[in-house]
């Protein structure tokens, strides 16, 4: 198949499966309702992060970072913000994190950008863990404003579908060109005259702010939160196996 056909056949198989999440409200249980929701928070999560680590092999641990600063975000905005200008937050800021991070440990591959990724993670835990038991005196909070189920499940199955609908189109673009170009041959992408520097900076700022969104809009799904809990380092490793497993350079993977 060419690539029209391939792109034909991921925008059909795309509008099928958010065809049948819409309609799995009306008549699954309350439990595989809990189920698909939380799939659909991976589904965003590992798409955002095989766009970015994917193509360009770089292996990283932050995941939970940004999805805990989302969380947070949300949680202390959603009293004063609506629920889509809090989400709109807590994306914002995780990806002006992710580009103060990535500005400090891009120029390092492998395991090193990915034991400082997961060091960088824990240092937002438990710096936000201090600042909590410092200034509140308390570690945690408690989401007053909580949306409706439904509105939560179909908010997260929204952001899933618009970051496998941008995983597929950013990969045709030259930014998706320039990022496989540089997990394929970094030095040859810089010889070629692509600013390797900013591409990763600005896919890596990417894959914070969905991640970002997400934990804004799951913060809500568990009214009480903590940093052990959003921060916690099991949503970025499962994050990183799901993607790997289901094949990182590949979409539907």
Not at 130 to 159: D, N, Q, W
Request: with cysteine; hydrophobic share 55%; glycine share 10%.
């Amino acid at each position: 198949m060419n690539s029209r056909q391939f792109l034909i056949r991921d925008l059909l198989v795309l509008f099928g499966l958010t065809g049948w999440a819409i309609a799995l409200p009306g008549f699954a249980s309350e439990f595989a309702v809990s189920m698909a929701l939380t799939c659909l928070m991976y589904v965003a999560l590992s798409s955002s992060w095989a766009l970015f680590c994917g193509t360009t092999r770089y292996l990283s641990l932050a995941t939970s970072a940004f999805f805990g600063i989302g969380a947070y975000t949300s949680a202390i905005l959603l009293e004063q913000l609506s629920w889509v200008q809090a989400i709109a937050m807590g994306s914002l800021i995780a990806a002006a994190v992710a580009v103060v991070m990535g500005a400090a440990v891009l120029h390092l591959r492998g395991t090193y950008f990915a034991v400082l990724t997961f060091g960088m993670t824990e240092l937002i835990r438990h710096a936000i863990s201090y600042f909590e038991k410092s200034v509140t005196g308390t570690v945690g909070r408690v989401l007053m404003v909580v949306p409706e189920r439904e509105t939560i499940y179909f908010t997260v199955l929204a952001l899933a579908v618009i970051t496998v609908a941008l995983s597929i189109a950013i990969r045709r673009t030259r930014f998706g060109l320039a990022m496989l170009g540089i997990g394929a041959d970094e030095q040859r992408a810089q010889t070629l005259g692509v600013n390797t520097r900013w591409i990763k900076i600005a896919g890596f700022a990417l894959t914070a702010a969905v991640a970002g969104a997400v934990g804004a809009a799951m913060s809500v799904r568990w009214t009480y939160i903590d940093p052990h809990t959003v921060f916690n380092p099991f949503i970025g490793f499962q994050t990183v196996l799901i993607a790997l497993i289901g094949g990182a350079a590949t979409l539907w993977g």
